[in-house]
Nanobody, 120 residues
């Protein structure tokens, strides 16, 4: 069964840090981009960051300089280190994947989501 399983969400104070992990399993992910979307309360889901199997990285503007994405191809795992968190980062964070180097708005596979809550 091909699946993405996220972990690492939680409650943190503004200015703090969290690290999300997403373990991909069920097939090889060589040639697939892995990344993150988020859905804030009452808003639509939005792209956060993606990393291809060759290391091409993209971030949405609002997280540049605060979030760092990385990937362990041997473990088929993608990480999102989130620093200097703000209340507007509060959202359900979803891992996603598709073939290629960038994530579209309709990835092939989604994780179940993990809640990140930043208190001000």
């Amino acid at each position: 069964q091909v699946q993405l399983v996220e972990s690492g969400g939680g409650l943190v104070q503004a200015g703090g840090s969290l690290r999300l992990s997403c373990a991909a399993s069920g097939r090889t992910f060589r040639g697939y981009v892995l990344g993150w979307f988020r859905q804030p309360p009452g808003k639509e889901r939005e792209f956060v960051s993606g990393i291809s199997s060759s290391g091409i990285i993209e971030y949405t503007e609002s997280v540049k300089g605060r979030f760092t994405i990385s990937r362990d191809n041997g473990k088929n795992t993608v990480y999102l280190q989130m620093n200097r968190l703000k209340s507007e980062d509060t959202a359900v964070y979803y891992c996603a994947t598709q073939f290629g180097t960038t994530l579209s708005n309709e990835p092939e596979l989604w994780g179940q989501g993990t809640q990140v809550t930043v208190s001000s």
